[in-house]
């Protein structure tokens, strides 16, 4: 949730079979998309913590990204 320009979707990537990015930004989301290889394992999705666009348990781990 926040994922900025990727850095953790990236490391997390390496690890795991599909990453989602989320952001309100969709600045955010072009950058986070533009740092990333592989774009079949990556999905970005616009939202926010506030109104998440998921259904209840769809994630096995979350994390959260904030200045």
């Known amino acids: 949730v926040g ?3 990727g850095h953790w979707g990236r ?3 390496r690890a795991l079979d599909q990453v989602v990015f989320l952001d309100p ?3 955010m989301l072009e950058q986070a ?6 774009p079949s394992r ?3 999705v616009s939202g926010s913590s506030d109104a ?5 348990r ?3 781990l979350v994390t959260k990204s904030e200045p």
Not at 33 to 38: A, E, N, T
Not at 52 to 56: G, H, K
Request: proline share 8%; with cysteine; hydrophobic share 40%.
């Open 42 to 44: 990556y999905t970005f």
């Open 11 to 13: 490391s997390l990537g």
């Open 58 to 60: 769809e994630f096995d």
């Open 25 to 27: 930004s969709p600045l």
């Open 3 to 5: 994922c900025g320009a």
């Open 33 to 38: 998309s533009l740092s990333v290889q592989g």
């Open 52 to 56: 998440l666009p998921f259904a209840d």
